[in-house]
């Protein structure tokens, strides 16, 4: 078995994508297709999630308790952010849906640098570089990635918010149904 050199940040983007695809069946292109990353970083990455526990076996459904667990208890220690520089880009944490819902924020707006961004912020590196096209064609991952990140910048109340959002999102496709297993 090939030693576990720890997760990166593509690892909690995949573990994210397959939370939201519930019981429905999936292959890796898939996956690298919708997260606009290849096939073989697919695989590293569903290894790693193996080695940490996060996936079963079969690497195709999420152990969501442990996700969960990870999210909200070590997220912010294994890939923090550290808001930088105002610049223009894309909403994230609190400053994007579902938290903005939630939480009046007038100072500490948070963003993805991205010039086709429409918001005004502090950079907030995402946690991987392709998710900036990836969240283009799928709304429902883009929200899950927000709340990781109000996870990994936001204050304690906006993290138990979050917490309380993901939760929810994660386990929705618990009991979805299958047509092929």
């Known amino acids: 078995m090939r030693k ?24 890796y292109a898939d996956a690298a297709g919708m997260l606009k990353i290849s096939q073989s970083e697919v695989a590293e990455a569903l290894h790693r999630n193996l080695q940490a526990k996060l996936v079963d076996p079969t690497k195709k459904k999420v152990h969501k308790a ?21 610049v223009r880009g894309i909403p994230t944490a609190h400053a994007a849906r579902p938290l903005v819902d939630h ?3 007038e100072h500490d ?6 010039p086709i961004g429409n918001m005004r912020g502090q950079a907030v590196t995402p946690l991987y570089d392709s998710v900036l096209k990836a969240i283009r064609t799928d709304p429902e991952l883009y929200e899950l990635l927000a709340l990781a990140d109000a996870m990994r910048v936001g204050r304690v109340h906006e993290q138990k918010i979050a917490e309380e959002l993901l939760r929810e999102r994660v386990y929705k496709h618990e009991f979805s149904q299958s047509t092929n297993p």
């Open 109 to 114: 707006i948070f963003v993805w640098p991205s």
């Open 103 to 105: 939480i009046v924020a």
């Open 4 to 27: 576990h050199n720890g997760m990166r940040p593509q690892d909690v983007v995949i573990l994210l994508w397959m939370s939201k695809q519930g019981n429905q069946p999936w292959k």
């Open 66 to 86: 442990a996700l969960m667990e990870f999210l909200v208890h070590g997220l912010k220690y294994v890939f923090p952010a550290q808001p930088g520089a105002l």
